[in-house]
């Protein structure tokens, strides 16, 4: 993650945001992970959001 980053090849959060939703959207509701891996990849995804700055307006925004 570091190395990408460093490289310049990270989404914006916009994108990390979606890319986040569908990997959550694809979950196995049957699997017994189910309900902590949901609360981890949220989490990420906070953390996302939180990380893209105060007063990004537009943090998220495609996602509406």
């Known amino acids: 993650m570091v190395e ?3 490289a310049g090849g ?3 959060a916009d994108e990390a945001l979606v890319v986040l939703a569908a990997v959550i959207d694809r979950l196995d509701t049957s699997s017994a ?7 981890a990849l949220i989490g990420v995804g906070s953390a996302v959001w939180t990380l893209s ?3 990004n307006e ?3 925004s495609s996602l509406r």
């Open 58 to 60: 537009h943090a998220g």
């Open 10 to 12: 990270s989404p914006s």
């Open 53 to 55: 700055g105060p007063g």
């Open 4 to 6: 990408l980053s460093n």
């Open 33 to 39: 992970t189910y309900e902590a891996d949901i609360e």
